[in-house]
């Protein structure tokens, strides 16, 4: 690969990191949850609110990186670690967004539905990019990818598993910090999982190949 593709790459991935903060960030304005590999950033970023969404991001994906040291040990590809810039990236990201949409009204359900849906599109938009982009895998994926190597297991069902994982911990995390009570994690939670994948497939079909000369 020359090096202004990878150059060109490397860039798509940083404006898919963009649409997927800004995703992210109107799923959370919405207060119904987010996506599952958020989820625990979400419960956390509530109970302890004088940190942002976005520095809880950086906390947990950097967790998630180290986890992907652990399991990979001597396998790990020191090319891996321009995760940690792009995940600093990504919580920036998510945080302006937040910004960018902090004078939207959300006084119904309603809206706050529109505004979870809508957050998810753009989720999957910017997800179909870094797709598109394929640079670098994000900390999420790159510790399922890790798992699934190693234990010799399909990709898709170590995500499912690690899915529920984040879920499970959200929710047991909600219940300890708020009395029993469950918070951020909610219907929205089930929509990210259900129209995210979706979203993406459709953007990946109808922007590969445009996207791909571009890189060319």
Partial sequence: MRKQEVIKRYILFIISLFFSGLGIACTKASA??????SSIANVLNIRFDFISMGLWLIITNMVLFVGEIIVLRRNFKPIQCLQIPLVFLFGYFTDLGGLIIRNISLQTYFTKLLMCVSGVIILGFGVALAVIANAILNPGEAFVKA??????KNFGNVK?????CCV??????SLIFFNGKISGVREGTLIAAILTGLSVK???KILNKPIQKILE
């Avoid at 119904?32 to 590999?37: A, R």
């Avoid at 798992?147 to 010799?152: E, G, K, M, V």
């Avoid at 499912?160 to 529920?164: A, G, L, R, T, Y």
């Fill in 147 to 152: 798992i699934a190597d190693t234990l010799n």
């Fill in 168 to 173: 499970v911990t959200a929710v047991s995390l």
């Fill in 32 to 37: 119904l949850g987010v996506s599952t590999i």
């Fill in 160 to 164: 499912i598993v690690f899915d529920i």
């Fill in 202 to 204: 459709f953007f990946v």
